[in-house]
């Protein structure tokens, strides 16, 4: 049973280089979401979608766009990262909305 | 605007004593209500829901929790900790949205 699995686990960036956090889900959920926990800020919301080709704004959305074109990957990208989106990201996925949502384990992000 | 509390953000109990976790929301409807855990390094994990029927709701690993509406509380329980419960807990409420709220968390240490 995979779930719901984010790749990288770890990375280290500099300031201004992108990169692309993949979340892969094997449940057909509609529903997927990113996240970012912080210290004592519990989980913001990044972006989500309710389906494929479907994306929305978050909580949190700015400095950072996603990509829903397939119904299983829901693609996490920081354009020009900086040190204020060092976090650990979580993806999570449901089969409609309301419903429980099914974590990864999580990519913990440092941007130097 | 809609929120979710968490009062406690640390406690301690001795392996054994009964636990009792606070969360209150503010919404206007009954929400459908939830209690994540989370183990170091680790992802979120549902452990019970409530959308409707029965207040009391009970949850893997022993655990249950009570809707109160006169309250708009969801507090969560357990008669007897284990030491391996020791994790960071997590109420979240959704209500006729496409997205949960999180509260900010209660970290649980258990003492031997």
């Known amino acids: 049973n995979a779930g719901v699995t984010q790749t990288p686990k770890f990375r280290v960036l500099k300031t201004g280089q992108s990169m692309t956090l993949l979340c892969a889900q094997d449940?057909?959920?509609?529903?997927m979401y990113w996240y970012r926990q912080d210290p004592g800020m519990g989980l913001r919301l990044i972006h989500y979608?309710?389906?494929?080709?479907?994306?929305a704004k978050g909580e949190v959305p700015d400095g950072y766009n996603v990509s829903r074109l397939k119904k299983q990957n829901f693609l996490l990208g920081l354009e020009s990262a900086a040190p204020s989106q060092t976090s650990v990201y979580f993806c999570?996925?449901?089969?409609?909305?309301?419903?429980?949502?099914?974590f990864g384990d999580g990519t913990r992000l440092s941007i130097l | 605007a809609q929120s979710v509390t968490q009062p406690d953000i640390h406690i301690t109990v001795s392996e054994g004593a009964s636990l009792e976790l606070r969360c209150n929301y503010s919404?206007?409807?009954?929400?459908?209500l939830f209690w994540y855990v989370q183990s170091p390094g680790q992802g979120l994990q549902l452990l019970l829901k409530?959308?409707?029927?029965?207040?009391l709701v009970q949850g893997i690993k022993g655990f249950e929790a009570e809707f109160k509406r006169s309250q708009s509380s969801f507090n969560l329980r357990k008669p007897s900790v284990h030491w391996s419960d020791a994790a960071e807990y997590f109420c979240?409420?959704?209500?006729?949205?496409?997205?949960?709220?999180f509260g900010t968390g209660t970290r649980l240490q258990v003492f031997p």
């Open positions: 999570a996925s449901s089969l409609v909305s309301n419903q429980p949502q099914h």
């Open positions: 449940m057909n959920h509609e529903y």
């Open positions: 979608s309710v389906g494929e080709g479907t994306t």
């Open positions: 919404y206007g409807a009954t929400p459908y």
């Open positions: 409530y959308f409707s029927g029965d207040t």
């Open positions: 979240a409420v959704a209500i006729n949205t496409d997205k949960l709220i």
